[in-house]
């Protein structure tokens, strides 16, 4: 007997038994039973219609149509589940290398201040680190530049007080190590700490300090106001010109390559007598000349010289039994140099396309 009761038992027969189903097999037999063209049971459903009052027949007509649909979406969305989990996984290679992690690297600066560093130390020299803000006596006045020196020009020197205000000058016991003057500018060069040293004790002297040094210098190729220089300074009872000569060779040798020449040309810094300024053999041109050392084969990399009488006077060291070299170089110059690059600028804007560069 058809009637709307009959339906509803047969639609929870079919959830109950779709419930069941696991395989694509069990679905197929499953829709034949319901939908299939001669067994299926809501096939034959239809078939029963036609004896039916139109009334009847509109009635229980609506109630198939919608059994069915639910049936069919029922059975649809089955099938999509099954073949869902039966799919094959997504596979992994694991022999595949693993993506590298982003990691940083040292600045090429501070790379470059630890291999001249590593170098100076294998030669016996005691690394030092000293203030950045400085007083006028150790900056200026005990390296023999005297108040009217032009060094001392407000041009060049960031003073982070008005320059020779009271209680500037010297006063405190310029041996004790501890110097009671407030600092009243930004070092100019790493010379301050010779002077640092010195005042601490007697010799003998062997010391590197590198560092951060502040002029007023504007941005270009070859300037930055902030720049960085590392100061060497021996001091004994017979330390000559020679030794400074063949300390800097060794050390030109050692941190470009074995056959690099060293050149000293006459000059003059206050706290040396004699003075000489430094070059080494271009490393673009191995001396042919080029537009890097303006066609002369060398290039300048700092000053040095013989340990001025007057600064050993102003450190309390005696200048008849004692000699010394000072020299100073410039980091950044030396970083030019070894990596080729034309343009200070470019160490201090942290662009990582070039940092990337010197990754190690
Ligand atoms: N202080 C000098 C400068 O900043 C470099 C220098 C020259 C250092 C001669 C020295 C030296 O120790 O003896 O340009």
Not at 171 to 182: F, I, N, W, Y
Request: glycine content about 8%; some cysteine.
């Amino acid at each position: 007997m058809l009637d709307i009761d009959a339906l509803t038992r047969l639609r929870d027969d079919f959830a109950d038994s779709l419930g069941k189903v696991s395989t694509a097999a069990d679905l197929q037999l499953l829709r034949d039973t319901v939908l299939g063209r001669k067994a299926g049971a809501i096939t034959a459903l239809y078939g029963t219609l036609g004896g039916l009052s139109t009334d009847r027949k509109r009635e229980v007509g609506r109630a198939l149509n919608e059994l069915k649909a639910f049936v069919e979406a029922g059975l649809d969305a089955r099938k999509t589940q099954l073949e869902a989990a039966s799919a094959p996984m997504p596979s992994a290679d694991l022999t595949l290398a693993p993506r590298p992690l982003p990691v940083g690297s040292r600045h090429p600066l501070n790379a470059m201040r630890e291999r001249i560093e590593r170098i100076f130390a294998r030669m016996g020299y005691e690394i030092l680190d000293g203030p950045e803000t400085e007083d006028d006596w150790h900056n200026f006045e005990a390296l023999n530049m005297p108040a009217d020196h032009p060094a001392r020009d407000t041009q060049d020197t960031l003073y982070l007080q008005q320059p020779f205000a009271q209680g500037t000058r010297a006063t405190g016991d310029a041996r004790s190590g501890v110097s009671l003057r407030p600092a009243t500018l930004l070092r100019t060069h790493t010379s301050a700490m010779q002077i640092r040293y010195m005042e601490r004790g007697a010799p003998p002297v062997r010391i590197i300090a590198p560092g951060r040094v502040y002029r007023r210098d504007n941005l270009d190729l070859t300037h930055t106001p902030m720049f960085q220089q590392v100061e060497a300074l021996v001091v004994g009872e017979d330390v000559t010109m020679a030794d400074l000569k063949g300390t800097l060779l060794g050390f030109a040798r050692e941190f470009f390559d074995q056959r690099t020449p060293i050149m000293f040309k006459p000059s003059f810094f206050p706290y040396t007598e004699p003075s000489a300024e430094v070059f080494v053999g271009c490393q673009s041109c191995f001396g042919s000349g080029c537009s890097m050392c303006k066609r002369t084969g060398w290039i300048e990399i700092g000053g040095s010289g013989m340990v001025h009488p007057s600064v050993f006077e102003a450190v309390g060291i005696d200048p008849e039994r004692y000699t010394g070299f000072a020299f100073g170089m410039g980091i950044e110059r030396l970083a030019l140099l070894a990596h080729r690059v034309d343009d200070i600028r470019a160490f201090y804007e942290n662009d990582l396309r070039l940092l990337e560069q010197f990754a190690s």
